[in-house]
């Protein structure tokens, strides 16, 4: 490849994916943009009471 | 603001509502607002962003069953969503996480109707759940796919509802297949069935009618044996599946991405997060539906392959995070503030928690308490930094949740406020105490009032503690030379860092070797050859073939493995170790198998296939059998992979030959996602499926000409006779229990075998053992494209270790040693699993034991050994123990 590559990466969606892709690149030294279309992060697991099969709060 | 935990926590103005941004009238916000933060000028701007890749993970819409007018969603006030049940659960939720009927009702409803309405609530007594809505249907939707995650919620939902209710609920859930093929899954659903007494009644309900005045809803079904059953409840939740929306499709379009025809990304079993579009990777629902593990795997697998995109410039954009300095409290007079959470209703609901926090103010050093509904949530962590500061605070007690999830969350906190993260004491009140005494609200209270005490006194002796920086070796050993390994290896390898491949037998790709195609269709055989030829071709990759491991010394960073190759052996210096020592296909001990060459396994199948057996095209009848010592007693798990396999290979039988009849025969069918349209089309071929129950489990006799197959046909509800040529037998995965590896690293092992990641969960690809990753079947039984993506992960999760070299340090809480006191007697350095403590050889000290912090692992065992009280675990000293103790014996 002749152009040069950016050490940034843009992550779509604030759900539990993204958040996780954005902090493993973001932990492994790569510039992360982490976008959300709505106010705030965290998706439809934020929404939901707790999680199986441990029965831990899904915040 | 859309719930108390969002983040970030701050008012936005909704533009479609707003009277000042509408008509230009109103403005009282802006009047009000205390920190001049509203401005109405801001608008919409586009900002152009330089990246080296793209993550896409857009995620999914709940289906709206608005459309389906048999269950009257939008007119019955009873029916709900699924989505809709989870926030009633939910302490947050808007009715405060109590159960009652009318939940879409406000709390306080203003409109006369509703008054009326909210007059009949009542706690329901029987709940109904409706699977697949929204999901495995053409008929009223356009989706054919399963959603893979509605059984196990509905499961979830049901069971949290029986706690809510204390027993007096009735509930039932009206499914088609029971899909439960994940991690301990399977254990949930049947201790639902047998502990919590939840009723699965395998049936789909035709219709649902309101009573006109208490608003009590009448369904009809029809039930296993063919009889129409009238039923009330008086709440209905549908369950409804995942779908993609028509804006994420449209933003796939214009990234240029290819999708399936349900709308989900299309992906390549061997690439299972590159989209077709390079550069942009996938991850989440929008890649198939899945649930959170996996959707955490697709996370990390999609960082793994931006990064090795991109390895080349990693550091080149990153920016330093500015570090709070610390406050030095030492001979401070303790100034103790303690936080006890709510977590909404969990502790709330048994402890009061009020009550709690009005006596932790009158313990010693206590100079502050404070109550949180979620102290975990943003807004309480800054209020939390803010009184730190304001009181002076100098020691924290929180009590809450488990320190294992978020103990690393309010030690960030501490330091965020300027405290050495080590004054901090954060004591359960949820797990071991409000979880667990239910039954006993008044003695709970009581338990975390002692709790907290003792961990108040435990506080009060707590002193900073310093963190040693760990030098980190940048290389890797992966263990296990099938799919998962290989892949870890390969991307790590990318990314720049030395790999060594450790494989027992004498070549690579494991039991993908045996495999003949993927679920969608790709042939496997050629695909790992090109995996290992990339391996070989790699010069960062070092390949240990006929090689085991004898012995693993050392800590994350810095192991130490000592291999050997026949007679050799060599000592290997990494960093991290990925384990992916895979699963194997368990040999059938029923059916006849072994007894006759025409009774194989899946993989004899697929063997067969692979050579292209010509004999295979004289059967007349191919019969399969499902289950073949999985979801057993003696083997409670799912082996997952079995039911799309033997689909796919009923497919490419009757391909081969459209009249051959095939017979699957099933306890459950459970082709989670796309892999239903595989399960179509091979009803649509003519394949025939006939369920059986474990209890009655299909007869085989075996005759000369014919193999002979009796069981009740679940449809017919009459015994019938099937004579095939061939009968395969869908063996259980089995682990290979390795638990020599298993104490090597110190990682633990569940019943069956499993390796037990660190968090069900947010951690499916590490072990709670700092640098030691897992990925592939010893994790749990999956296919193809799940063990490449596990692969992924774990290379991603090594890599946020191995690029660190500088900011690895290790934990504060570690042994140390008062060289007065110390008798020279050596028990600690015999006594010692990590190999810590040691003579210092020379200076004033020389003979006394010393310990080497990067080793030590805080456990402890040299100071209970020490007979001269020479040795201290930081932390956990002796006297903050017994004041512990001794605050748990003070009677209140």
């Avoid at chain 2, 109103?26 to 701007?45: F, H, K, L, R, S």
């Avoid at chain 2, 042939?523 to 491991?549: F, P, Q, R, S």
């Avoid at chain 2, 006759?596 to 692979?610: F, H, M, P, Q, V």
């Amino acid at each position: 490849m002749n152009f040069k590559k950016t050490g940034s990466v843009v992550v779509i969606g604030g759900g539990i994916s993204g958040m996780l892709s954005a902090l493993d690149l973001a932990n492994s030294g790569f510039y992360v943009y982490l976008v959300e279309k709505g106010p705030s992060i965290g998706g439809v697991m934020s929404q939901l009471d707790k999680t199986f099969p441990t029965n831990d709060c899904a915040m | 603001m859309e719930y108390p935990q969002a983040v970030p926590l701050k008012y936005g103005i909704n533009p479609e509502v707003c009277l000042k941004l509408t008509k230009d009238k109103c403005g009282t916000c802006e009047e009000v607002c205390p920190a001049n933060a509203i401005d109405y000028t801001q608008t919409q701007e586009t900002i152009t962003l330089d990246a080296g890749a793209i993550i896409f993970s857009p995620g999914f819409k709940p289906f709206d069953p608005s459309k389906f007018d048999n269950y009257q969603y939008v007119n019955y006030p009873n029916v709900i969503t699924s989505m809709e049940f989870e926030r009633i659960l939910s302490a947050s939720g808007p009715t405060m996480g109590h159960v009652t009927t009318f939940p879409k009702l406000p709390a306080k409803p203003k409109k006369k109707k509703d008054k009326l309405l909210a007059k009949k609530r009542k706690s329901p007594k029987r709940i109904a759940w409706f699977q697949c809505v929204g999901s495995r249907d053409m008929n009223k939707c356009d989706n054919p796919y399963c959603s893979s995650v509605c059984c196990m919620y509905a499961v979830k939902e049901a069971v949290i509802a029986k706690e809510h209710a204390g027993g007096d609920l009735d509930c039932s859930i009206f499914f088609m297949d029971m899909r439960t093929p994940g991690k301990e899954f399977e254990k949930y659903y049947q201790n639902a069935k047998d502990k919590h007494g939840i009723n699965f009644i395998r049936s789909k309900v035709h219709s649902v009618t309101e009573d006109l005045d208490t608003h009590d809803l009448q369904i009809r079904y029809v039930d296993e044996l063919g009889q129409i059953v009238t039923e009330v409840y008086d709440m209905i939740v549908l369950s409804v599946g995942l779908e993609i929306t028509p804006e994420t499709k449209e933003l796939a379009d214009k990234l240029g991405i290819e999708m399936t025809a349900n709308g989900f990304c299309k992906t390549d079993s061997f690439e299972p997060v590159a989209t077709s579009r390079d550069g942009i990777y996938v991850s989440g629902v929008f890649n198939n539906p899945k649930d959170i593990p996996e959707s955490v795997l697709d996370a990390s697998a999609a960082a793994s392959a931006a990064g090795d995109a991109l390895s080349e410039v990693r550091d080149t954009m990153t920016k330093q995070v500015a570090t709070i300095p610390e406050t030095n409290v030492v001979g401070e007079r303790p100034n103790i503030g303690v936080f006890i959470c709510d977590c909404g209703s969990n502790i709330k609901g048994v402890v009061d928690c009020a009550h709690v926090t009005e006596y932790a103010k009158s313990l010693p050093y206590v100079t502050f308490a404070d109550e949180n509904m979620y102290a975990c949530s943003q807004d309480a962590q800054d209020k939390m930094v803010e009184q730190i500061k304001e009181k002076k605070l100098n020691r924290i007690v929180l009590a809450a949740c488990t320190p294992k999830t978020h103990e690393p969350l309010f030690q960030e906190t501490l330091k965020n406020a300027g405290l050495n993260k080590y004054l901090f004491e954060m004591t359960n009140i949820r797990n071991h105490n409000s979880w667990v005494h239910k039954n006993n609200p008044e003695l709970a209270t009581q338990k975390a009032k002692d709790l907290v005490r003792m961990a108040v006194a435990k506080a009060a002796l707590a002193e900073p503690l310093k963190e040693e920086k760990i030098d980190v070796n940048a290389s890797v050993m992966v263990v296990g030379g099938g799919l998962a390994g290989l892949t870890a290896a390969k991307s790590l390898a990318t990314q720049g860092y030395d790999t060594h491949i450790i494989e027992k037998k004498d070549q690579l790709g494991g039991e993908a070797l045996k495999l003949f195609k993927t679920a969608q269709g790709e042939d496997v055989g050629e695909k790992v050859a090109e995996l290992i030829g990339a391996i070989e071709a790699n010069e960062k990759i070092t390949v240990h073939t006929d090689t085991t491991l004898e012995k693993v010394e050392g800590f994350v960073g810095n192991f130490k493995s000592l291999l050997k190759t026949g007679d050799k052996t060599c000592e290997l210096e990494h960093g991290v170790a990925v384990l992916a020592t895979g699963a194997k296909s368990s040999e059938p001990t029923e059916y006849g198998f072994g007894q006759d060459d025409r009774i194989i396994t899946a993989l004899g199948l697929d063997k067969r296939l692979k050579e292209n057996d010509t004999q295979l095209d004289a059967i007349n009848s191919a019969v399969f059998i499902q289950c073949v010592g999985s979801r057993e007693t003696d083997r409670p798990y799912c082996s997952r992979v079995c039911c799309t396999h033997s689909v796919d290979n009923a497919i490419l039988l009757k391909t081969r030959k459209p009249s051959m009849d095939v017979f699957i025969l099933y306890r459950d069918i459970r082709t989670y996602g796309e892999r239903e349209l595989l399960y179509k089309e091979a009803r649509e071929l003519g394949v025939i499926f006939i369920r059986y129950e474990v209890d009655k489990k299909p007869v085989v006799v075996i005759e000369k000409d014919k193999i002979k197959i009796s069981l009740n046909d679940h449809v017919l509800n009459q015994p019938v006779t099937l004579e095939t040529d061939l009968l395969t037998l869908a063996a259980a995965i089995v682990p290979r229990k390795d638990e020599k590896l298993a104490n090597f690293f110190k990682v633990p092992l569940n019943d069956e075998g499993f390796f037990i990641e660190k968090h069900a969960k947010l951690g499916p690809a590490e072990f709670a053992t700092a640098g030691v990753f897992v990925a592939g079947a010893g994790h749990y039984p999956k296919p193809v494209n799940e063990a490449i993506t596990q692969g992924r992960a774990a290379a991603s999760r090594a890599a946020t270790l191995l690029s660190k070299k500088d900011n690895l340090f290790t934990s504060g809480t570690i042994a140390n040693v008062n060289v007065e006191k110390c008798s020279t007697c050596g028990v600690c350095i015999s006594i010692c699993p990590y190999s810590a403590p040691r003579f210092i050889t020379e200076g004033r000290f020389e003979g006394k034991a010393d310990i080497n912090a990067v080793l030590c692992k805080g456990c402890g065992l040299c100071v209970a050994s020490c007979r001269s009280g020479a040795l201290h675990l930081r932390g956990f000293d002796t006297n903050q123990i017994f004041s512990q103790i001794f605050a748990l014996g003070e009677v209140v």
